[in-house]
């Protein structure tokens, strides 16, 4: 996997994995249709990586309470994206209603 | 991928040997549940050692599993998740509560065969 | 169902490369919307494409299709309709400007033609500024020879990972010998001087050319001096790293007394990284000892933050997972509040006062039962 190749630990590597999956799960569950683009990054002098997650769903209305815990309008358990924030280390978010979500994170390796 | 279910004495045992769709894993729901009663089992082991990732969806189906056998008088028993798989659950949020987890196969057999001889042993006095 | 997104990771020749493709998670690009009939595989990868005489990834979209080809500098992808279309190395590359190229090579002639001269003043200088001296003369010189070289070969290719290799390279020759970062900086500052001298002493009777020959050879040559000052900064914070790593894995032992009994004693103090490890330890442990019950004492712990705090109720939760018992003992009054202060599902916290009290619980859960000598007989 891209995340072994730049060096990420086995237990790091596992992390991205499940937020990418998340992260498609949202996009399918939410907006049926987008796509995710994962990408090696360099910081100041950590190596990392980029998943952008983008789709052009119905949007989310109140960011802020999507990101609480418990949280969902799908029937999930609405841990997707408090989840992923989690998992990862920056994280990023930009939506509007009727037109779609981007979602940014990156994690950098330690 | 169908996950393949083996009886074993009262207990059933389903081993997961490779990443799972979200179907695979509705499917191994119903083919448990169903059997479950079907083969008057007692103890159902889901051993996931071969899953590398677990989100939400498979660890909430993995929950709902082992909750409906319960209901359906049974006892299950998680095995073999792997380290790394424990810490990004735990990092999302899913600690499969109310769910018995053991190492691998052989302790989640240790596990069942326990329960069930002290619940044996109590029925007699 | 099979909507599931897979990702489909580096099935190709060059190291870096990523081709990724969602079956059923449909690529939508405004600029493409004529793609949208198309399979539902869609392809893109990273290129590394040279920008302005320097190396990038970049990312390349091709839209749906076959991939037929791909290397480092190329994909080329079959779309349903039969069309190929191949992306190469990007001509979006802003080449240099013609005078500066036509200056830096006139520039790197003239190095080249006064190779052994400059390099001895330059070498010579070294020795005067006292730096380096925890080589020998021959090394120096050695090393000055090929940095010289790369140096050179660095201002007429324009770009740098040779040079930077071979300063991640010395680095970490001469990193264990004890040679500091003002030192190397120090040295390439000092080729930098040696070599603008010899260009004034070459165009001194001709003030505009100077001009403009420094104009060419002063960005460049900074670049240089960053590149290799960099290069060496992150070989020592790789070098002092890994020390760290190797420092912290002694300090954390995970110890098994018993069979299927795992004790850390955790001391000192805990930050976020060190948690993380401890973590990692402990799991890794657990499974190869094939531990069932984990007492974590923290006597040794004064006091943790909120953050670590809930690392520690996560431990707790995925050694859960993995089907061990976790005992946590040795708890600081401030600890203790810290955890009520987070709000701690006590029900998942087994916590006992003391390390003896934690191992005797440890071996009632595990069947042990310990008894005096005499008492037995």
Redesign the interface.
Known sequence: ??AM?IGF???D???I??A???L??N??SYAQ????????INGC?HPGILIVAS??GPGISDVQQALR?GFSTSG??G??L???R??MDEFEITSVPKRGTTVKVKKWK? | MEVPILKQGGFLIATVQAALTDADLLQLRRALVERVVQMRSYGVILDVTAL??????AS?TIREIAHIIRLRGAETVIVGI????A???V????TLEGVATALDLEEGLQYLNQKFKSAASSAKH | ME???Q?I??ATES??N?I?S?P?????DSKEEDLRYLPEV?C?C?LDCRLGGRMV?K?MYMGRGTILQMERSRLMVRKRDGDVVTQNETAEATPRSETTTRLLRELVAHLRQNRTPVREEWVGRITEAQLLMAMTKEEIFAEATSVYDSYVAALETGTFEALQNYARNLSERIIPRGVETHEVVGIVLLLRDVLARSLFAKYQGDFEQLNRILDAYEPAANRIANTVA?GF??ER?RVIRQQQEAIRELSTPVLQVRERLLILPIIGVIDP?RA?QLT?QLLRGIRTNRAKVVVIDITGVAAMDASVANHLVQTVEASRLLGATVIVTGLSPEIAQTLVTIGVDLGKMNTVGDLQGGIEQAERLLGYKVVMIAEAG
Request: hydrophobic share 40%; aromatic share 6%; glycine share 10%.
């Open positions: 996997m891209l190749e630990s086995s237990g590597s596992t992390l994995a499940t990418i999956s998340e498609g799960r996009i399918l249709q987008g796509e995710i683009l994962i990408r090696a002098d789709d052009k815990d999930g358990l841990l997707g408090p989840g992923v989690r998992l330690q | 590398d990732v677990m989100d939400s969806f909430r792997q380290p790394e798989v810490f990004a659950m990092q999302l949020g899913l | 909507r599931y997104p990702l990771h580096s190291p870096g990523c990724m969602h059923g998670v449909e690529a939508i869609f893109s990273f990834r990312f960099v900064v992150q914070e990284q993380r990692e």
